[in-house]
């Protein structure tokens, strides 16, 4: 069982209009946040259709567990970016 210290540890303190760069074999991509929430477990499945909306183009969406209360976490946080141009 995992508890935390991951990569994405962090991800629900990001704010809106910060930059996160993706590491690509490529070269690095450069996002800003649009948008940083918090969804209860239950109410995630709800959201999908925002949260995994296709119609911009090269958008990042960063989705990782939060609030673990010592059995299960709680809620998800998720980040929405939008590439630089």
């Known amino acids: 069982m995992h508890t935390g210290g991951g990569a994405f540890d962090d991800l629900d303190k990001l704010r809106v209009g910060a930059i996160v760069t993706v590491m690509t074999t490529t070269g690095p991509i450069t996002y800003v946040t649009t948008s940083v929430t918090n969804h209860p ?45």
Do not use: M
Not at 53 to 71: A, F, I, M, S
């Open 41 to 85: 477990k239950r109410s995630l499945a709800k959201h999908a259709a925002k949260v995994f909306d296709q119609t911009t183009p090269g958008r990042l969406v960063l989705v990782t567990c939060e609030n673990w209360n010592g059995k299960v976490y709680l809620s998800n946080a998720v980040v929405i970016a939008e590439p630089v141009r």
